[in-house]
């Protein structure tokens, strides 16, 4: 495993400030971040997809989709983003594997959390879904600001009731274990971390600010839906992820989220052409398509229940909802992790009926990931723009633009402080804060740009750098470095070589 570096070097000589627009917010907004687990960049139709996703576009096209939002390339390193304002290799304490390998890492005490600031500002906290953050008492949601809490706390689970690797519980129910074997007979990921979100919410007292912490697990493997939605894609995918990556490029093109100047015939996939496939392999990335898709269908439909909740309750018009995946798709094989690393424990029935059902465990491949993220290079795991980038969007129509593409730069770190301006409040600095000492924060906040008060989230030198730094494996360490429109890297070219260069 890399463990990666985030350096980013700001300007100093002005700091953005969203004063002028915390006087005209007027009563202070909900909020609320729902965070999807391995989408593509183009896997909502607001971004150029096919699946199926009224809610989510409804929700980006009555707001500002953002273009040019970044990640990191994995799961943790984005987290550690989004709740500290921080690189990784500041930010992130390396641990030992536990039991059945779920990583241990865990976000260091010495920056304070998203979810304690809004606390300190009058804010009810609460989440639903993937942590990922640390497994040991005093790192877990439940003490490092969150009110309510229901978590997958490891990286990776089921989407189903049962266990995969591992005998320590993967869930947590404000501070206190809950074992796979008392989750509901009819749990299902997605569609329990918005129950419990709801719940959270119809408990929050009235007239109190909330802010809702919703990081589904959707799509990320294994690919697994529920058996009344198996079937919402069948036989959608039988052309291959050639068309749909020509399709996907040509509706994104349309809809002005595509990079100017970006075309596809710069775009070189590492998947072999989908000709060339036996109708054996054909038959069975197609069927893994069908899954990740209905999978993303569902994800809209939960969030369809949330706007519906807040809508009835009158809560809509008052709550700034940000959307965003944590990264680019997943590559990976059936049963495999990228690279061909065995992934699941034998006793998983992989047999091609069972897909998608419980006790299965599969994944999409890099044709599919490809035709996600094109025309932008690379997915998940990569440093390349279809790693990094993001589909993510901004919704509160009181202040914000409608229907509006905005391709400023900006990065998970600008979330934090982004939301304490609309809160009303700001980071404390290096202090003394709930007995230990914390360190300030990296990113700035993209309220007053988004409101229409500047140009800019950052300024022309302002620096973004991603490293990874050689730990747990022998990879060579692998770099990337934005500056304005300019962006260099240094990674492995292509599959199997092991030279890198700038």
């Not at 036989?235 to 994104?252: F, H, I, K, P």
């Not at 893994?288 to 993303?296: D, G, V």
């Not at 229907?403 to 202090?431: C, K, Q, R, W, Y």
């Not at 914390?438 to 140009?455: K, Q």
């Amino acid at each position: 495993m890399r463990v990666w570096t985030i350096l980013f070097v700001w300007g100093v000589s002005i700091a953005l400030s969203g004063c002028s627009e915390r006087v005209s917010i007027g009563q202070r907004p909900n909020i609320l971040l729902i965070v999807a687990d391995d989408l593509g960049f183009t896997d909502i139709g607001a971004f150029g997809s096919e699946i199926q996703t009224p809610n989510l576009d409804q929700l980006a096209f009555g707001g500002v989709r953002l273009t040019n939002f970044h990640a990191d390339r994995a799961c943790q390193q984005t987290r550690v983003m989004m709740m500290a304002s921080s690189g990784v290799s500041a930010a992130l304490e390396y641990r030992p594997p536990q039991d059945g390998g779920q990583r241990a890492n865990r976000l260091s005490l010495n920056w304070a959390t998203l979810p304690e600031l809004l606390q300190d500002a009058g804010y009810r906290t609460y989440m639903a879904g993937k942590w990922d953050l640390g497994l040991e008492e005093g790192y877990t949601p439940a003490t490092r600001g969150f009110n309510h809490s229901f978590v997958q706390l490891g990286a990776s689970a089921s989407h189903f009731a049962e266990i995969l690797w591992g005998e320590r519980s993967l869930y947590e129910l404000d501070g206190h274990p809950v074992e796979y074997q008392d989750l509901p007979e009819n749990f299902y990921s997605t569609n329990y971390y918005t129950q419990k979100m709801l719940e959270f919410l119809q408990s929050n007292e009235e007239g109190t600010p909330w802010f809702g912490y919703l990081p589904y697990t959707t799509p990320h493997w294994p690919l697994q839906v529920p058996e009344n939605e198996l079937e919402s894609y069948a036989g959608q995918y039988e052309r291959g992820y050639d068309a749909l990556r020509l399709s996907r490029v040509a509706r994104a093109d349309e809809l002005g989220v595509l990079p100017t100047g970006l075309a596809l015939e710069d775009f070189v996939p590492v998947a072999p052409p989908w000709i060339e496939l036996t109708e054996e392999e054909q038959r069975r990335y197609s069927r893994a398509q069908e899954i990740y898709a209905a999978m993303i269908g569902n994800l809209d439909a939960n969030v369809g229940r949330l706007v519906n909740y807040l809508e009835e309750s009158g809560q809509l018009a008052n709550t700034v909802i940000m959307f965003t995946s944590d990264h680019g798709a997943s590559s990976g094989e059936h049963g495999q992790r990228p690279g061909g690393r065995p992934q699941i424990p034998d006793f998983v029935d992989n047999s091609f009926s069972n897909w998608g059902r419980e006790n299965s465990f599969v994944d999409h491949g890099r044709g599919f990931a490809e035709a996600a993220t094109a025309p932008l290079k690379g997915h998940k795991g990569r440093i390349s723009e279809g790693g990094l980038r993001a589909a993510a969007f901004i919704n509160f129509p009181r202040l914000l633009g409608q229907s509006e593409v905005n391709g400023t730069f900006m990065t998970m770190m600008d979330i934090l402080p982004t939301f304490l301006d609309i809160a009303g409040t700001e980071h404390p600095g290096e202090i003394i804060y709930r007995g230990r000492e914390i360190n300030d924060i990296v990113g700035r906040s993209a309220w007053p740009h988004l409101t229409g008060v500047t140009e800019t989230i950052h300024l022309p030198m302002d620096t973004a750098g991603w490293t990874s730094v050689e730990r747990y494996d022998s990879q060579e360490p692998l770099g990337a470095l934005i500056r304005g429109n300019y962006k260099i890297t240094n990674q492995i070219p292509a599959e199997g070589t092991r030279s890198t260069s700038w």
